[in-house]
């Protein structure tokens, strides 16, 4: 294997429009806690 792009199963996510688009969620769901507490700040002021 030389990268990602050797493997199967990141072959089949990034084939997959579905699972490709559930992997984004997860991942803007793992870094949004932070994000979001900024966003509700700067929506109330």
Known sequence: MT??????????????????????QARLNSRRPSLQRASLLDAGR
Do not use: A, H, I, K
């Not at 996510?13 to 579905?18: G, L, S």
């Open 3 to 24: 990268g990602p792009q050797d493997c199967g199963l990141v072959y089949l996510v990034m084939t997959d429009d579905e699972l490709r688009e559930g992997l984004r």
